[in-house]
């Protein structure tokens, strides 16, 4: 009887060890903190730039998985009818400078067209870390002429 209680305490001493210490490789998604978006040269954060300029970003990013992209995407709301090329204006770029980084501070400045229509357009700020791991921020973006 003391061997059976005794061995049914290792073998749960055993799957208790083995349960606690294993990894699930959980990592947090990463955070995305948008600090400045507007007009390039002012450094404004109004969510305003100007057709033509650039547009300024600032974005604290963390990512516990290692950072492997940036994306930003911005894309028009609603109806603007300037079009090139067959085309509305629109911004779809990766980075890849960042990959590695577990923290950073994103700063850049993109280039606004000079045909992109005036209006409301919407901003997208993707994190895609090296696990795979993705987490997105938005925000409106407002084009004006000069």
Excluded at 109 to 136: K, R
Aim: charged share 25%; with cysteine.
């Amino acid at each position: 009887m003391n061997k059976r209680v005794f061995l049914v305490a290792i073998i749960l001493g055993a799957a208790t060890l083995f349960t606690a210490c294993e990894d699930d490789g959980d990592l947090a998604l990463p955070e995305i903190t948008i600090m400045e978006l507007g007009e390039g040269s002012s450094h404004s954060n109004d969510h305003t730039a100007i057709i033509g300029g650039e547009v300024h970003i600032e974005v604290e990013i963390i990512a516990e998985g290692k950072i492997n992209t940036v994306q930003i995407i911005i894309h028009s709301e609603g109806e603007h009818k300037s079009v090139v090329d067959g085309g509305e204006w629109e911004l779809d770029t990766t980075y890849t400078k960042f990959s590695g980084l577990k923290n950073t501070t994103f700063h850049e400045h993109l280039e606004i067209a000079d045909w992109a229509e005036p209006g409301e357009y919407h901003f997208d700020f993707i994190v895609t870390d090296l696990e795979g791991n993705q987490s997105s921020a938005d925000a409106e973006l407002e084009l004006v002429e000069e």
